[in-house]
């Protein structure tokens, strides 16, 4: 079974920066479009940045020009690096791929708030 591993949340105040992390343990990962996705306090579960296996990328507008996607496939991990943080990007942030979602890993709390 194929299990997603996210790190790198935390508490961050307005305008600060984090760098989320998402381990993959299928090398099917390298050839797959990799997603971040994230749910906020009492909200659905909503896509956030995309990634081709040619990194080729795309953002949610709420994130565009603040967050950016990459991936690494020799290392089968997946970041997620986030500048200029708003209170409404609180939420846990868990990656799978785009299409037939993989088993959910745990998620990473990411809390922006001063």
């Known amino acids: 079974q194929v299990q997603l591993v996210e790190s790198g949340g935390g508490l961050v105040q307005p305008g600060g920066s984090l760098r989320l992390s998402c381990a993959a343990s299928t090398s099917l990962f390298s050839i797959e479009t990799m997603a971040w996705y994230r749910q906020g306090p009492g909200r659905q579960r909503e896509l956030v940045a995309t990634t081709t296996l040619n990194s080729d990328t795309d953002y949610a507008d709420s994130v565009k020009g603040r967050f950016t996607i990459s991936r690494d496939n020799a290392k089968k991990t997946l970041y997620l690096e986030m500048i200029s943080l708003k209170p409404e990007d609180t939420a846990v942030y868990y990656c799978?791929?785009?299409?037939?979602?993989?088993?959910w890993g745990q998620g990473t709390q990411v809390t922006v708030s001063s």
């Open positions: 799978n791929r785009l299409k037939n979602n993989w088993p």
